[in-house]
């Protein structure tokens, strides 16, 4: 709704949310699709791995609001299908309250998994699903895995890491980090 464009593949929520236009697919395992309509009537494909952890990352949501209410600049973003606790505003005094709350939750919730970025921590549903799993779905479903396209792929967080990964194995495209400080990476190339 956005950005108001069709026939354009749209990917969220670390893959985990991707949407597509209704055309022939060529992916070969569609256990996650669904079909829907949008708002001019287009048919869409969706596909959303996470789909059935749903109601459990309400239900996180809901308690990571309810416990952290009390902490001062802490930000909850609700992903759809994972959950980023912004902690860039928080004072350190109550850096490790807040980390507590958080674990707290987690052992309520011990099959998903809790990740670090850049001053936020994020929960996410327990799905062999990633940025590199949804590049090469992407890929795949438009029967772009040949030589003759070259993927760019460009990224500034840990978990575009998967994602770069791929491009490396398949020795096919570019991959770039942006980031002012240099770091470990599978990035090909980095921009500051």
């Known amino acids: 709704e956005f950005v108001q464009l069709d026939n354009i593949y749209y990917a969220g929520s670390h893959g985990m949310d991707i949407m597509a236009p209704s055309q022939p697919l060529r992916i070969k395992d569609s256990k996650y699709h669904s079909t829907a309509v949008d708002r001019k009537g287009n048919k869409l494909v969706i596909c959303q791995p996470a789909n059935k952890h749903l109601p459990e990352i309400k239900k996180i949501q809901k308690s990571l609001k309810e416990r952290t209410l ?15 606790v912004h902690f860039r505003n928080v004072s350190d005094e109550d850096l490790s309250t807040l980390e507590e709350h958080v674990n707290s939750i987690m052992e309520e919730h011990p099959h998903f998994r809790l990740t670090s970025g850049k001053k936020v ?17 992407l890929l795949d479903s438009l029967g772009l895995g040949s030589s003759d396209v070259l993927p760019l792929y460009i990224g500034d ?33 980095s921009f500051a």
């Not at 009390?70 to 980023?84: H, Q, Y």
């Not at 978990?159 to 194995?169: G, T, V, W």
């Open 70 to 84: 009390a902490i001062e600049g802490v930000k909850i973003e609700d992903n759809k299908f994972c959950l980023s």
């Open 157 to 189: 967080d840990v978990s575009d890491e998967d994602a770069f990964e791929l491009i490396r194995q398949k020795r096919q495209g570019y991959s770039i980090i942006v980031t002012s400080e240099p770091r470990q990476t599978w990035a090909s190339y």
């Open 121 to 137: 921590l994020e929960i996410r549903p327990p799905v062999n699903w990633d940025k590199g799993h949804a590049l090469e779905y």
